[in-house]
């Protein structure tokens, strides 16, 4: 590339100044001079070089590992105080949910919590069903608990179990059920089903009676009924009542979240359940209770949120998934704390 001559005629007059002022030792000077300052790039390059592998390896790693206990400490930090499982109408994948076979086999793989629907029948009978089991039994679409007497409800019953392959899927009362589980579980949920023609009228009453009756001090009593939760906690304040979030059917926005101070268990439909939800309900001294989790990627998902119950199904899934998880995460050096 051409060299502008004014550049030139100055790099010519520098060289003529130091032949005069060094004789003809000028070029040497030149010489050591640029290898003087080549040296000094080179030392600086190196120092620099040193100072980036002594400073941001370190950093790098550091900030990895400060991510990996972040992902393993979601992953696994529920081992620390793991959620219930808590099964829906006793193991519904094993046998006809809310019968005498679905809790044994539940209480078989020792579940810590099993939830009971309850209805009244027509003549006041609470009975651990819901509308759409009736529905399965008598095939019927549009039965309700509610329009049927006991004896009426019995006797669909004792049909279905003729056809089944155990023995006591007979519907249950309440009492029954609660006589069966309460004193072999650390939680008993009672899901109060509201419906015509009695709906809420005594039905907080009759729910206590029974509660009494069978000495369920570990019972949970929750509905969609907010009124029906109140009623309980106006007749009996030492019951632990809960409420339920969930979205809302005609417009499919969620529930209020912060709805009753005395309810120490709000039951969350479980995709709406994220770690801002939890925090703010466990800010609140509420525990969690997630509802219905029947598959592995959203029990995972209730797992990481640290909900403090799974109402599920299908409780040997989540149990396993519990376990594999538990076994994967030791290996990998999660510490439990103490």
């Known amino acids: ?14 060289e003529r100044f130091l032949q005069r002022q060094f004789g003809g030792h000028g070029g040497g000077f030149l010489h050591r001079f640029r290898l003087r300052f080549s040296s000094q790039r080179l030392f600086r390059t190196i120092i620099i070089s040193l100072v980036f592998i002594a400073v941001v390896p370190p ?10 206990h972040q992902m393993q ?9 793991p959620p219930l499982v808590c099964a829906h109408g006793g193991d ?3 046998a006809f949910p809310n019968t005498m076979a679905a809790y044994r086999i539940a209480l078989g793989s020792h579940v810590d919590c099993i939830e009971i629907d309850v209805s009244r029948s027509s003549d006041g009978v609470l009975f651990a069903l819901h509308d759409r089991d009736l529905q399965r039994i008598s095939g019927n679409s549009t039965s309700k608990v509610g329009h049927l007497s006991m ?6 019953g004792s049909a279905h179990q003729s056809v089944e392959k155990f023995h ?5 009362t309440i009492e029954d059920a609660l006589t069966l589980i309460s004193s072999s579980v650390r939680q008993v949920v009672i899901d109060v089903k509201v419906g015509p023609p009695l709906y809420e009228k005594g039905l907080a ?3 206590l009676s029974v509660v009494e009756r069978t000495k369920c001090s570990n019972c ?10 109140r009623d309980v906690i106006k007749l009996s304040p030492h019951t632990m009542v809960g409420y339920i979030v969930m979205k809302d059917p005609s417009t499919g926005a969620r529930t209020k979240l912060l709805r009753m101070k005395s309810a120490g268990v709000v039951g969350v439909y479980h995709p709406l359940v994220d770690e801002k939800l939890v925090k703010i309900l466990h800010g609140r001294n509420k525990e969690v209770y997630a509802w219905t989790v029947d598959d592995v990627d959203s029990m995972q998902k209730m797992l990481f949120e640290r909900v403090d119950a799974v109402v599920t199904s299908n409780p040997t899934l989540l149990q396993r998934l519990m376990q594999d998880t538990r076994t994967q995460c030791l290996e990998e050096g999660f510490t439990m704390s103490q």
């Open 1 to 14: 590339m051409a060299i502008p001559m004014r550049l030139l005629g100055r790099r010519q007059r520098g």
């Open 59 to 68: 950093i790098f790693f550091h900030f990895r590992l400060r991510n990996f």
């Open 73 to 81: 400490q979601r992953k696994c930090g529920w081992l620390n105080d």
């Open 92 to 94: 519904s994948t094993k």
């Open 151 to 156: 004896k009426e409800i019995k006797e669909l």
């Open 168 to 172: 006591d899927e007979r519907i249950p």
């Open 205 to 207: 009453k009759d729910i």
């Open 220 to 229: 949970l009593v929750w509905a969609k009924s907010d009124s029906l939760a």
